[in-house]
């Protein structure tokens, strides 16, 4: 009976064991299962922001970028950068304490003699990039100012004034929360730099040039053909022409300097590029008014002797608008500086008043023959053959035909004003126009609107008012300069301009070299991973553990299992045995 009791606790035990150790094991799963979710689940990575100043002849912007800081998960070294907010920098108004004169500090370079007013520029849009920025990100949020045709001109005029505006501009930056780590974040780009960088904004924006591993599509579909876009770039300083073609024209290979060479996503792009630096709208304007003076000089020599305020026509501004300039104001600029030598001895005079007399058949003339200069100056020679040579004795290779071309800053803000007073098609965005929508002969009826109206006429008509009409009241030249600078300088001929549309935004962000730039930079900016929520070690150590229990309890289970298992079986082999030796001794019993 004992024995019995003995055996029944021993069974008690062992099936207590039993439920303790398959405890153990699930457990042992679980926490296996659990270690390896956590060490694969990829924390949401950091984001890193940048900041880019856009530092041009006539303003300055300032663009927020972000991307994730793990580079697509790891996956490409240039990122997919998006962009969080513009802020435009405000003009400052500087007046002189001795000569009681109102100075307008728009773009960096009108600084040189104001440097202290740097600060002052910058503050308000660093404040915004401050409060937008999280404070935890400030320390890996590079900061970077490209200037451009602006900046490169007074280098031309000034080497050390430039040097100087950029010092400052360090100094300001160094002092902010931001990444600012040498000096080249803070720089004049190339003009061939401005031109690839706007072409890349653009591609990336209509989602041309994407990441391997983007799977985002907000283009229309009409967007989305197999062509890169050709883009035209017109800044007040200079313009940019970029776009692909074919890399030999007539067995003969494109010049190196009119050619990049990109790596983006995978892929490497080969398109012509060039920046015409004096070819800006503004300082286009000056070579007119200088070309204007020349003229009035020759023909009378004594123009600035024989009256106290000397005025010439210009017929590219409408008649009843006239405008009085110092002639420093022109010839500061060494776009004019041949122009400059001719009058020397007159710089110092009386102010010039340009009288417009509004005629666009002559206005339209004067600017062939501007953009004729050295074509018809035997002392400039073309390098290149003649059908590839440009108005400025560039190369260029024919427009090709099956690309698409989209027009920036300077072509889209002149062509907006035009676009008021012409009749639109429904539908179109007024952030972008498409040159197809608008038939050649209204613009032509258009320009000479614009150019021969009297100005008070022209002032209601355009609604002008107190900030517009700075802008609107040189129409007259402005649209007549980029309509010649892109049918006779550039080469649009004819169904060309109808692949042609200019835009200030796209769907996916506002065009410009910024985000170019940008994303280009994204190549040298390391990548940053965060920590995984249980590092390699100690997975591998816990998962050992767990292993090694769970078969540990795994064998304790299948072994004790087993032993019941037998034991049932010999119980049940015993009994039976037992039942059937028990007839033969009742038998003998009986007998």
Not at 250 to 277: Q, R
Not at 457 to 481: G, H, P
């Amino acid at each position: 009976m004992e024995v019995q009791k003995r055996r029944y606790n021993i069974r008690s035990l062992i099936k207590f064991l039993q439920g303790v150790v398959f405890a153990i094991f699930i457990f042992a799963i679980i926490f296996i299962i659990y270690l390896m979710s956590i060490y694969h689940t990829r924390l949401t990575p950091f984001v890193n922001y940048a900041i880019v100043f856009d530092a041009g002849s006539s303003h300055t912007e300032m663009f927020v970028y972000y991307w994730p800081a793990d580079k697509s998960n790891g996956l490409g070294t240039t990122s997919t950068v998006n962009e969080l907010f513009v802020c435009q920098l405000n003009t400052i108004r500087y007046k002189d304490p001795i000569k009681g004169e109102t100075t307008k500090l728009k773009a960096i370079s009108d600084f040189e003699k104001n440097l202290d007013k740097l600060e002052d520029y910058f503050r308000p849009c660093l404040t915004e990039a401050i409060e937008r920025i999280p404070a935890n990100r400030y320390k890996f949020s590079p900061i970077f100012l490209g200037a451009t045709a602006g900046m490169r001109l007074l280098n031309m005029r000034n080497v050390k004034a430039g040097r100087q505006i950029l010092e400052t501009i360090r100094d300001i930056f160094s002092r902010s929360p931001f990444q600012f780590v040498v000096a080249r974040q803070v720089r004049i780009l190339s003009g061939i730099e401005e031109a690839i960088d706007g072409w890349i904004t653009t591609n990336v924006l209509l989602e041309k040039i994407t990441h391997r591993h983007a799977k985002k599509k907000i283009q229309p579909k009409n967007e989305l053909d197999a062509d890169m876009i050709g883009v035209l770039d017109l800044g007040g300083a200079s313009t940019q022409v970029t776009f692909t073609y074919n890399k030999t024209i007539n067995n003969e290979p494109v010049p190196d300097k009119f050619s990049a060479n990109i790596s983006l996503f995978g892929n490497t792009y080969n398109p012509y590029a060039h920046s015409y630096l004096c070819w800006g709208k503004n300082e286009g304007l000056k070579r007119h008014r200088a070309r204007l003076l020349t003229a009035a000089i020759n023909t009378n020599p004594n123009i600035f002797s024989n009256s106290a305020s000397p005025s010439i026509d210009d017929p590219c501004f409408v008649p009843g608008f006239n405008q009085t300039l110092p002639l420093t104001q022109i010839f500061s600029s060494p776009c004019t500086v041949n122009e400059k030598q001719k009058f020397i001895n007159y710089i110092n005079k009386a102010p010039l008043t340009f009288v417009g007399t509004g005629n666009y058949s002559q206005c339209r003339q004067l600017l062939i023959n501007l953009f004729d200069t050295k074509r018809n100056d035997k002392k400039f020679n073309c390098s290149y053959k003649q059908e590839y040579c440009t108005f400025d004795h560039a190369f260029q290779p024919y427009i090709p035909s099956n690309i698409r071309f989209i027009g920036l800053s300077g072509y889209y803000y002149v062509f907006n004003s035009l676009a008021f007073g012409m009749s639109k098609t429904k539908n179109i965005s007024l952030e972008r126009y498409d040159f197809k929508d608008f038939p050649q002969e209204e613009f032509a009826q258009r320009l000479n609107n614009v150019c021969e109206t009297e100005y008070s006429i022209l002032y209601e008509q355009e609604q002008m008012n107190s900030s517009t009409e700075v802008y609107k009241r040189n129409l007259c030249f402005d649209a007549t300069y980029i309509w010649l600078l892109l049918t006779y300088g550039i080469g649009f001929k004819g169904d060309d301009l109808k692949r042609l549309s200019v835009a200030q935004n796209l769907p996916s962000g506002k065009v410009g070299w910024t985000l170019g730039y940008m994303i280009n930079q994204t190549n040298y900016i390391p990548a940053e991973y965060r920590e995984r929520i249980i590092t390699k070690k100690s997975f591998v150590g816990w998962l050992i553990s767990s292993l090694i229990i769970a078969t540990i309890a795994l064998i304790f289970l299948l072994f004790t299992s087993y032993l019941f298992c037998r034991r049932k079986q010999l119980i049940k082999t015993t009994t039976i045995n037992n039942k059937d030796e028990l007839p033969q001794i009742n038998e003998q019993e009986a007998t």
